[in-house]
């Protein structure tokens, strides 16, 4: 005989049951969902944290490259100065050293920006003229 309630009651549990049964399947798939949602929050806070302390790491060596150029750039100025040479002349030599250098990471084929290439030369000749008018 098939599942027709025969009395009131039987129908209010048949509904019940369909109702309980149709929570249990949504319960499961959210279940899911959250567990799937939960393993990729896990997994990107785990990329995310990494890629922070790679990038501090970077920015820290970024730092210390840039207080060895400034010294380096300094130097160079104060022996183009003692050699001689003209403000002018020294920032020709300097914006070419950056120019060189600029080309020399594009041939090796490291990505270069731009301004990031600009900002530094503009650096570099701030440098220069400190140094050339500040040198002893």
């Known amino acids: 005989m098939p599942d027709t309630p025969?009395?009131?009651?039987e129908s209010i549990?048949?509904?019940?049951?369909?109702?309980?049964?149709a929570l249990h399947a949504v319960a499961r798939d959210a279940r899911s969902r959250a567990q799937r949602c939960a393993e990729l929050a896990l997994t990107l806070q785990g990329e995310a944290t990494r890629l922070r302390a790679a990038s501090e790491t970077l920015v820290a060596e970024s730092k210390r490259l840039q207080a060895d150029l400034q010294g380096a750039v300094t130097?160079?100025?104060r022996a183009l100065r003692q050699l001689g040479e003209r403000p002018e002349r020294a920032i020709?030599?300097?914006?070419?050293?950056?120019?060189?250098a600029a080309v020399?990471?594009?041939?090796?084929?490291a990505p270069t920006d731009r301004l990031h290439a600009?900002?530094?030369r503009e650096d570099v000749v701030r440098w220069t003229i400190d140094t050339y008018y500040g040198a002893p």
């Not at 020399?104 to 084929?109: E, S």
């Open 75 to 77: 130097q160079y100025v």
């Open 92 to 100: 020709v030599l300097v914006k070419q050293m950056t120019d060189e």
């Open 104 to 109: 020399a990471v594009a041939r090796d084929g």
């Open 118 to 120: 600009r900002s530094l």
């Open 13 to 21: 549990d048949f509904s019940e049951r369909e109702r309980r049964a």
């Open 6 to 9: 025969t009395s009131p009651n």
